[in-house]
T-cell receptor
């Protein structure tokens, strides 16, 4: 079973910020929080990852709760190209050979 | 161009006929992995490899084999394909000691149909 919980789908208007939530209440101290997205008819694409501190890159920001039991992916200004399935996954740091479980993700719809 | 390539991209075959899906990366990555994606089930990991000659089972390894004889290649072998292996398959690679603190790069996918 997936170690994370995400809403099945979300909607947002174009050019507005989008906050995609993810719960991971059983996260261990060495699990990294990763976000990937999958555009239609393409392979998954890395978005961002972090351990404890908030992270920013050119695609998005990752806000991690202080207790690390939840996180939020923030797209600052959504475009139609951001319509995709977004996956929040945990990847173990201590046991580097842990299995990776993707889950079903959140399907993000962007309204023009 | 840095990339993960998979071949073939599309394959229709019959039950029991052995097949191999190739995966190659040109980024000198140590970690490689295979996933399958089915409607309603998301992405599930089949096998992964931390380095040459080091492979391990993922979440759904039954009916599959892999090998990692050289760093760049990680073929997925179906010795006796069955219809329940009809799926979209993705190969991925990651630098360094593994994907925990690194980005995974995914291939374009192989759509397999087993009749």
């Amino acid at each position: 079973d997936a170690k994370t919980t995400q809403p099945n789908s979300m909607e947002s208007n174009e050019e507005e910020p989008v906050h995609l939530p993810c719960n991971h209440s059983t996260i261990s101290g060495t699990d990294y929080i990763h976000w990937y997205r999958q555009l239609p008819s393409q392979g998954p694409e890395y978005v961002i990852h972090g351990l404890t501190s908030n992270v920013n890159n050119r695609m998005a920001s990752l806000a991690i709760a202080e207790d690390r039991k939840s996180s939020t992916l923030i797209l600052h200004r959504a475009t139609l190209r951001d319509a995709a399935v977004y996956y929040c996954i945990l990847i173990g740091g201590a046991n580097r050979d842990d299995k990776i479980i993707f889950g079903k993700g959140t399907r993000l719809h962007i309204l023009p | 161009e840095a990339q993960v390539t998979q071949n073939p991209r599309y394959l229709i075959t019959v039950t029991g006929k052995k097949l191999t899906v190739t995966c190659s990366q040109n980024m000198n990555h140590e970690y490689m992995s295979w996933y399958r994606q089915d409607p309603g089930l998301g992405l599930r990991q089949i096998y992964y490899s931390m380095n040459v000659e080091a492979t391990d089972k993922g979440d759904v390894p039954e009916g599959y084999k892999v090998s990692r004889k050289e760093k760049r290649n990680f073929p997925l072998i179906l010795e006796s394909p069955s219809p329940n292996q009809t799926s979209l398959y993705f190969c991925a690679s990651s630098p360094g000691p593994g994907p925990s603190n690194n980005e995974q790069f995914f291939g374009p996918g192989t759509r397999l149909t087993v009749l």
